[in-house]
């Protein structure tokens, strides 16, 4: 049972990356999927969450309207689309898989909800 996310690099202010989670060992379908993010000498941050249905999806504040989360089941894949970057989104991000299906506003940027974490990807933001 692993997760890899990758999808990281290097990019301008103001540009776009669009980060994959790639589920092996398991389906993601009827779980939830998260994306964290950790920057040097910070703790871990939730960033987004989407529900198995992709219906009902999550945001940190500092990153909604900017990011979008989206999934392909079929694929075993969910995406993390970053636009309009700025230096302070530079981290390690990460996915998880949620204990559930549908996370629980309150509690989805809480590492501890998830189960199963993948390698991270870093991403960096700068001129």
């Known amino acids: 049972v692993q997760l890899q996310a990758f999808g990281g690099g290097l990019v301008q202010p103001g540009g776009s990356l669009r980060l994959s989670c790639a589920a092996s060992?398991?389906?993601?379908?009827?779980?939830?999927v998260g994306w964290f993010r950790q920057a040097p000498g910070k703790g871990r941050e939730g960033v987004s969450c989407i529900s198995s249905s992709g219906g009902r999806n999550f945001y940190s504040a500092s990153v909604k309207g900017r990011f979008t989360v989206s999934r392909e089941d079929a694929e075993d894949t969910v995406y993390l689309q970053m636009d309009s970057l700025k230096p302070e989104d530079t981290a390690t991000y990460y996915c998880a898989r949620y204990l559930g299906s549908h996370p629980i506003a309150g509690l989805w940027a809480t590492p501890s909800q998830y189960v199963t974490w993948g390698k991270g990807t870093l991403v960096t933001v700068s001129s």
């Open positions: 060992g398991f389906r993601f379908a009827g779980y939830a």
